[in-house]
């Protein structure tokens, strides 16, 4: 626990400064930084050497990620590109297991490139100060979902992905949360309402953002994606919930619906 809140210390005013001082430019360098550690993470989620493959798709993700970041209307290309890369890597062998672990590498690019949303949502209006609600939000929900559930959670969320969630302690972080996100708003003067509606959204979509990093953890049989951050695990592991919100929320936002 000392640890946890140690690291917490630390790596919460690197994250408001990032969020909300820190030029874009900055912002979307730290986000291909992160991106790129991350995934790190999912390629050695199989406990096996980084090899040569692994450095290729390696290479691939930070191609991707870089030119989704800065060169945003070249994505596309570069997005097909990548999938031209895997199928020429998967040429070499037609082995089951070979071939599954090159789509789940594929996969991994696709994952940590939900980061790069985050840098897009800075770009909207207020958008700094909604993806600081996010992240708040997020925060206080998993806190007192952690707390929640072990106080009177019985029912499973979802037993053979993560046995420790519990339906209580997901209703309970989405409800407070939410009300975390909506106090964050009346202080910094944005709209209540449309607070209290983002950080629901969030902590809705954030708990599938959970469930799936932990059927990746689940299926290799680890605890947490990496121990790069004493009592928190990894990148991975800090960033699922927000991964899936900051995807939903800027898809939402750029949809009008927000």
Excluded: Q
């Excluded at 590498?105 to 840098?119: E, P």
């Amino acid at each position: 626990m000392i640890k946890r809140i140690a690291s917490a210390v630390i790596l919460i005013p690197i994250v408001v400064w990032l969020v909300i001082f820190a030029k874009s430019d900055y912002f979307g360098i730290a986000v291909l930084f992160i991106s790129l550690l991350a995934y790190v993470e999912w390629l050695n989620m199989d406990s096996a050497v980084f090899d040569l493959t692994k450095s290729l798709y390696f290479a691939l993700a930070a191609l991707f990620v870089f030119t989704l970041i800065f060169y945003t209307p070249f994505a596309a290309e570069a997005l097909f590109f990548v999938f031209i890369a895997n199928m020429i890597i998967s040429f070499k062998s037609l082995e089951k297991n070979a071939l599954l672990s090159n789509y789940y590498f594929l996969g991994g690019i696709i994952y940590v490139s939900l980061y790069s949303f985050s840098y897009f949502l800075i770009g909207k209006d207020n958008g700094r100060l909604i993806l600081m609600l996010l992240f708040i939000a997020i925060w206080a929900g998993d806190s007192f979902a952690y707390f929640c559930g072990r106080a009177f959670g019985k029912h499973k969320l979802a037993k053979k992905i993560s046995p420790k969630k519990t339906v209580e302690g997901a209703v309970c972080g989405i409800i407070l949360g939410s009300v975390f996100g909506a106090i964050f708003a009346y202080i910094v003067g944005f709209p209540i309402k449309n607070g209290l509606i983002i950080a629901f959204l969030a902590n809705i979509a954030g708990i599938f953002g959970d469930l799936a990093e932990s059927v990746i953890k689940r299926a290799f049989n680890k605890k947490d994606s990496s121990n790069l951050i004493p009592g928190h695990g990894g990148i991975l592991d800090r960033l699922d919930s927000i991964a899936f919100a900051v995807f939903f929320v800027y898809i939402l936002i750029l949809w009008k619906i927000l």
